[in-house]
């Protein structure tokens, strides 16, 4: 009943900056729940690349620490990451998470259909 559809991924060259976007909707009270984007490159388990909870506190991967940067909108139902200085290994889809803060099981968690960041020269 939850609908994650990130969008602002594309292709950027190494140094370059992108931001994505998460959108949420559907049965949802969003500050009720713990945002987060995962990444997976070919070949290669998804992986976490930042976090926001419901009360803002953030936590990202060490390869991403000082690069990336992960925001909420409350009033919009939004999470949003900019990804500056970016590299060649940050070439992965990128997903938007949702996990329920107070319904502590499997059918709090929602994901998103993924977007494309391609990082090259």
């Known amino acids: 009943q939850v609908q994650l559809v990130e969008s602002g991924g594309g292709l950027v060259q190494p140094g370059g900056s992108l931001r994505l976007s998460c959108a949420a909707s559907?049965?949802?009270?969003?500050?009720?729940?713990?945002m987060g984007w995962y990444r997976q490159a070919p070949g290669k388990q998804r992986e976490l690349v930042a976090a926001?909870?419901?009360?803002?506190?953030?936590n990202y991967a060490d390869s991403v620490k000082g690069r990336f940067t992960i925001s909420r909108d409350n009033a919009k139902n939004t999470v949003s990451l900019q990804m500056n200085s970016l590299k060649p290994e940050d070439t992965a889809v990128y997903y938007c998470?949702?996990?329920?803060?107070?319904?502590?099981?499997?059918?709090?968690?929602?994901w998103g259909q993924g977007t494309q960041v391609t990082v090259s020269s």
């Open positions: 559907g049965t949802i009270i969003f500050n009720s729940y713990h």
């Open positions: 926001i909870t419901s009360g803002g506190n953030t």
């Open positions: 998470r949702a996990t329920n803060a107070v319904v502590l099981t499997a059918s709090g968690v929602f």
